[in-house]
């Protein structure tokens, strides 16, 4: 009998991992890709859908051209060269949520091709070369009911909602991705994340992981250490958040090694991530391009961008995110240290953000890597699924500058917000958290402090007036860390004359 896994790094001694990302967007267009459906999240289902995205006899589709120009801006934004002239083909393949029995795609014909981008993981920088970015449509959503997993097997009955069919999709496709086995994973979740920032940087889509607007097809494959011949790979299929691209990336190396190892041999398939229990499991075996019967739509003309229509496009990108993080850490006064955790806890847009709302960067960076990313760690979460946004960080701040909390009774206001109580204003009330700013309180507790401490008092009398500083311990217990440590300070020294 041979292990589920081996240990990464036994997997990493013996194999190098082989990975290729795919990553589908969904487009933030009002209407479908090819009919003007709307694309409203959340509406009842069924709603949305009219005989093109259902595939009704003798509908015709007309192409989006928002969605084109997205795709343009994705491409160019990638590096990639966008084409004089692209075609749509059909993708045939039958599943119940897609009702056509084909999805409207490009095959050979990418609308954008041979780009590439950059990533730094731990100070080094790896550059993903990217195949292409096309434009697809999406299918529509599959619920199974009554199993115990939420897939198909034990269901007692399917639901089929079409109101994402023929929602607009960019698939963008890297080419291997060969990096030191031990920084695969890492690779992989830093250019999912690198993507997000892009996206939302060219407005083409909410990016929501946790909606399936942004997904990831994570393949792995293995090679011996040192050969050139690549492995069987896997497709682990719509993997919806950084940690879990991460995670998905690593127990495929560790699983196939562990199949290897054994003299089996790794299947050529799909696998499902189960975000629960962090493991993959055989989904369906992977079809070649040659199984899909790829052929040009007949029903779409060919789409033809002009130069003059690339270029004006071109002109309207944003500052490329890599460039603006140089920027913002010249203009934050961060060090590469600090930047480099910023960019690694994903808490970069929440500080732009927060500071934006008149926080200064040395505030905002102490809670969003502070509490914030604390309690993201401790409960397996990212920072956005916290609940807590910049608006709260920035009332929080205020607070602290208005000499209404100090930085202790802050983060017990974070504790509030992370525990749903309230606004910062009403968890000061419920917890009683509000610095004592009567001058009469102070003194009554100095005075206490003295009266407690005579050897101290002794001691700042023959000439140690450092000694002091048990003494505004001693007040800040008393007043259980609500009083103004400077505002102590001053009340004492002024009580003992140093």
Same mark, same amino acid.
Request: a negative charge; hydrophobic letters at 35%.
């Given at each position: 009998m041979t292990a589920d896994v081996l240990e990464i790094n036994d997997a990493l001694t013996q194999y190098d991992p082989v990975m290729g990302l795919e990553v589908h967007v969904e487009l933030n267009t009002k209407s479908k890709m090819f009919c003007g459906?709307? !694309?409203?999240?959340?509406?009842?289902p069924n709603t949305q859908t009219c005989p093109v995205c259902l595939g009704l006899p003798g509908a015709l589709p007309v192409v989006n051209a928002r969605g084109v120009e997205s795709a343009?801006? &994705?491409?160019?934004?990638?590096?990639?060269?966008?084409?004089?002239?692209?075609?749509f083909a059909r993708k045939n393949y039958f599943y119940p949520d897609m009702p056509k029995n084909f999805q409207t795609?490009?095959?050979?014909e990418p609308i954008a091709f041979n780009g590439w981008t950059e990533v730094v993981v731990d100070g080094e920088t790896y550059r993903i070369e990217i195949e292409r970015a096309h434009m697809e449509e999406d299918t529509g959503k599959s619920t199974h009911v009554g199993g115990a997993t939420g897939r198909i097997h034990g269901a007692s009955h399917s639901l089929v909602d079409y109101n994402r069919a023929g929602i607009p999709l960019i698939e963008i496709v890297t080419k291997t991705i060969e990096v030191?086995?031990?920084?695969?994973?890492?690779?992989?979740?830093? #250019? %999912?994340?690198m993507l997000r920032d892009l996206l939302l940087a060219l407005d083409v889509s909410d990016v929501r992981m946790d909606q399936g607007s942004l997904r990831c097809d994570a393949n792995v494959s293995l090679k011996p250490r040192g050969s050139s011949v690549l492995g069987t790979r896997t497709e682990t299929k719509n993997v919806n958040s950084f940690r879990s691209v991460e995670r998905a990336v690593t127990y495929e190396i560790t699983r196939q090694a562990a199949v290897l190892s054994s003299g089996g041999k790794v299947v050529?398939?799909?696998?499902?991530?189960?975000?629960? !229990?962090? &493991? !993959?499991?055989?989904?369906?075996?992977k079809s070649d391009a040659?199984? #899909?019967? #790829?052929?040009?739509?007949?029903?779409?003309?060919?789409?033809?961008?002009?130069?003059?229509? %690339?270029?004006e496009i071109r002109a309207t990108l944003p500052e490329a995110p890599s460039l603006r993080r140089v920027r913002l850490q010249e203009e934050w006064g961060f060090t590469d240290l600090e930047m480099r955790d910023v960019i690694n806890g994903n808490a970069l847009e929440p500080i732009v953000a927060t500071i934006e709302l008149g926080v200064t960067p040395a505030a905002a960076k102490k809670w969003w890597l502070g509490e914030l990313a604390r309690s993201a760690n401790e409960s397996g979460q990212d920072l956005d699924a916290l609940g807590v946004g910049p608006t709260q960080v920035a009332e929080v701040q205020k607070l602290v500058d208005e000499g209404t909390l100090?930085?202790?009774?802050?983060?017990?206001?974070?504790e509030g917000l992370l525990a749903g109580e309230g606004t910062p204003a009403e968890i000061i009330e419920k917890r009683g958290l509000a610095?004592?700013?009567?001058?009469?309180?102070? &003194?009554?507790? &100095?005075d206490r402090a003295i009266a407690a401490n005579p050897d101290v008092v002794e001691k700042v009398n023959s000439g140690k007036p450092a000694a002091a500083g048990a003494l505004i311990g001693a007040v800040m217990k008393d007043m259980r860390g609500q009083a103004d440590a400077a505002k102590v300070r001053q009340l004492l020294n002024e009580k003992l004359g140093i």
């Open positions: 459906c709307p !694309t409203e999240f959340g509406a009842p343009i801006k &994705i491409g160019l934004a990638l590096n990639c060269e966008i084409a004089e002239w692209c075609r795609s490009q095959y050979d030191p086995g031990d920084k695969a994973a890492a690779v992989a979740r830093a #250019y %999912v994340s050529q398939e799909t696998r499902h991530w189960h975000e629960d !229990t962090g &493991i !993959t499991t055989s989904g369906r075996e040659e199984d #899909y019967r #790829y052929f040009p739509e007949p029903d779409l003309v060919p789409v033809a961008p002009s130069r003059e229509w %690339v270029e100090n930085d202790k009774l802050a983060r017990q206001v974070f610095l004592v700013s009567d001058d009469s309180a102070l &003194i009554e507790a &100095i």
